[in-house]
């Protein structure tokens, strides 16, 4: 569309995916730049088309002449029609002005008893850009609603004023948590993102953690696919190799008499390691904030001890923490899984909100049959949730329990996960189990929800609608996914792209596919067996439990090892015993031989199937119940 100077009945309409009239439009913007249409400088809603944003923004180069325009809803599908000022980002056609040149449009319902008019609060410091947020209903499902009654009392409703409030929010000015600390590779540079940043973290010969931005400036190489050369992060393409602070300290093509330029430097992100996890501060312009550094309380109790996973998923973050904090779903998709989830304990619940920030929401939590609340949830920004509850034993001691989750966006359609539960007793059974059992058990888990969650991601990705419109949530069961969605929309503006309950910013560009993943197998190359396998168990997949996790838990991936060399050594010696037993003259001999080689064989079973538990994907059985 070509630009031209504002006139004062230059008005431009746009719509996404959809035409003018007579359907339902998802964004459409006013500005002065629209010549094809100067002589209709107002505009008309006819003909039952819904809108979902409406955003009024002059130009960069001429908001003077901006106008008040004129909006004329007749005959619309039923809305609650909302004029706020928002913050920068809530979406990317919309440009930003200064409140003092903004002016109010006239708007005309001439059907104003099927609309509801709302006010928003919001925060902002700087600029603004105004838009109309709007609460879609059909007007099938307002007369469907009048029929429905009691719907109300059980399904959660709309937004309130509160819940609309705009909070100052920047992604970057965040930390989030890359990697367990005891799983960081000591002689290899590993791999990582956070939303779409690649960075690189490497332990020095010193040991001291150090994060880069996973490119080299000489030719865009990962570094993630270098190697470490007395302490240093070399590139493995020409060599370049950078220490420290991100300084370039060699580069072998270099004349003898040349000094290394100053520009081949990396840009470097602050890390901290606390309670066992490294984390990450992204913002390049903003300071670390250590206030914003989480702190568990319970995990600095005397005597707390706890079992720590990591896993990386193959659908978007908040889609993974809507499944962590539903608590309802656990007995039906884990009927079995373990000893506490049961089909038939599936129940109503409980739900008590008693603290909402711009920094997450907190509350209690239990079954409707208890009677009671005794699990507390918090969730808090950026991607942290935690589920504590105290008990106290026969003997009036008290003791503390936590379930805590620490997500990191890794890109569309991918998360990585930190599971740690612990308390400051330990049941019994706890001890007699090896700690991979427990990890391949909580692979079991992810895997059965993978199914619904993944199918739930490429829904939201291709209805680019709020949650409200997809989602019917119950106040028995969905209470934390609601507010979770509702917290989204105070800050999602400040986020690559977010799916809130009443909005939406979907992601500008394409999720980028690697089907060679750099950094992925070569990051692990010390603790991973058959780097570069064209097994099935090394594929890089997100879909295979090895690849989501294995490669990511020394102690897993030292299990897989030690099994499999077993495995191998028995097999060995199974055949050696029989080849044995065959030659043998005397029956006694044969017969020792061949209970020999048995039980060889068994030993070889039970290694099979332990690599198995620690790689093979659960498969779900349907059963007719």
């Excluded at 010193?206 to 490119?215: A, K, M, S, V």
């Excluded at 990890?439 to 209805?463: P, Y």
């Amino acid at each position: 569309m070509s630009k031209s100077r504002c006139k004062a009945a230059d008005v431009k309409m746009w719509s996404q995916g959809s035409a003018l009239f007579g359907e339902n439009l998802r964004n459409v913007w006013f500005s002065e730049e629209q010549p094809s249409r100067k002589q209709h400088p107002d505009f008309t809603l006819h003909n039952n088309c819904s809108l979902t944003f409406l955003t009024l923004s002059p130009s960069s180069s001429s908001s003077s002449c901006f106008r008040k325009p004129k909006i004329t809803i007749t005959n619309t599908n039923t809305m609650a029609l909302t004029l706020s000022p928002c913050l920068p980002r809530t979406t990317h056609l919309s440009k930003p002005l200064s409140t003092s040149k903004l002016t109010k449009p006239n708007i005309i319902f001439d059907t104003p008893s099927f609309l509801g008019f709302k006010p928003v609060s919001f925060r902002n410091n700087n600029q603004i850009r105004c838009h109309a947020v709007t609460d879609l209903k059909s007007a099938s499902s307002l007369d469907q609603s009048k029929g429905e009654g009691d719907d109300h009392k059980v399904v959660i409703g709309p937004s309130s004023e509160e819940d609309r409030i705009v909070a100052d929010y920047n992604w970057t000015e965040e930390w989030y948590p890359l990697y367990l600390t005891k799983d960081v590779p000591d002689d290899a540079p590993l791999g990582l993102t956070v939303f779409d940043q690649q960075l690189v973290l490497y332990k020095d010969g010193n040991g001291e953690l150090h994060c880069y931005q996973d490119r080299c400036p000489h030719r865009l190489a990962k570094l993630s696919e270098g190697q470490l050369v007395d302490g240093r992060l070399e590139c493995l393409y020409h060599g370049w190799q950078f220490e420290g602070n991100g300084k370039c300290v060699k580069i072998p093509q270099l004349p003898a008499d040349a000094k290394i330029p100053r520009s081949a430097c990396l840009k470097t992100y602050e890390v901290k390691e606390s309670q066992g996890v490294v984390w990450v501060w992204m913002s390049q312009t903003t300071p670390p904030v250590p206030e914003k550094l989480p702190w568990f309380e319970n995990f600095a109790r005397p005597g707390f001890q706890d079992t720590s996973t990591i896993h990386e998923l193959p659908y978007d973050h908040s889609i993974l923490l809507e499944n962590l904090m539903d608590p309802a779903h656990i007995p039906i998709s884990h009927d079995r899984t373990d000893w506490t989830a049961k089909r038939e304990d599936a129940q109503p619940l409980l739900f008590e909100v008693t603290e909402r920030t711009d920094r997450g929401f907190a509350g209690w939590w239990g079954k409707e049959k208890d009677g009671s609340m005794p699990n507390f949830l918090r969730f808090g920004a950026p991607c942290v949730l935690q589920n504590n509850r105290e008990l106290v034993d026969k003997d009036g001691e008290k003791h503390y329990f936590t379930g805590l989750f620490l997500c990191r966006p890794t890109g569309q359609g991918k998360s990585m996960l930190i599971v740690r539960f612990g308390g400051t007793k330990r049941s019994p059974l706890a001890k007699i189990f090896p700690k991979w059992y427990f990890h391949q058990n909580a692979s079991k888990v992810f895997e059965q929800d993978m199914g619904f969650l993944s199918s739930q991601n490429e829904v939201l990705l291709r209805e680019k609608v709020p949650t409200k419109e997809l989602y019917l949530n119950l106040k028995s069961s969905d209470t934390w996914v609601a507010e979770y969605r509702k917290w989204m929309d105070k800050v999602g503006h400040g986020m690559p792209y977010h799916f809130g309950h009443s909005t939406i910013s979907p992601p500008k560009l394409p999720a980028v596919v690697e089907h060679a993943p750099a950094g992925l197998v070569a990051g692990f190359s010390a603790s991973s067996p058959a780097k570069g396998g064209i097994g099935t168990m090394h594929a890089p997949n997100l879909a295979n439990r090895y690849f989501r996790h294995v490669i990511h838990c020394k102690g897993c991936s030292n299990v897989v090892k030690a099994f499999t060399a077993w495995k191998n050594r028995l097999s060995a010696a199974a055949l050696v015993l029989t080849a044995l037993a065959i030659l043998a003259s005397s029956k006694q001999w044969k017969a020792f031989l061949l209970v020999s080689a048995t039980l060889c064989l068994g030993g070889v079973y039970a290694c099979s199937t332990a690599v198995a538990m620690n790689t093979t994907n659960f498969i779900r059985v349907h059963r007719r119940l």
